[in-house]
């Protein structure tokens, strides 16, 4: 039985050392500027983001007032996608929208 007890201590040591860490976490964020229409930056939220018509008009406000405003907190593939949406759909229609992605601040 001494083998038995020695196999279960291993196993549960592998456990342990092999736990992966939650990956690293980056917020998608939109910047403001003077000649994007409001309306535009409200249909970019509720289509990239899946945000709600209140919650897209209540991002896209603060950005207006306060320069930027976060739009979700995503894996770094994730976020770069929505990213790339956003320029996609900002370029088709020649809108000057910023909008870039940084580590989130930890929780
Ligand atoms: N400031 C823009 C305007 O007055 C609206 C706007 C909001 C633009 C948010 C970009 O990320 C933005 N038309």
Redesign the pocket.
Known sequence: MAINTDIQRDTVLDRQTTRLAPPPMYQVV?????????EF?VNVLRRVFDKGEDEAARI?LK??HEGR?VCGVYTRDIAATRVEMVRHLAQARQHP?QCIMEPAPDA
């Not at 939109?30 to 409001?38: A, F, G, Q």
């Open positions: 939109l910047l403001n500027d003077d000649y994007t229409p409001m930056v896209m950005v207006h405003g929208l």
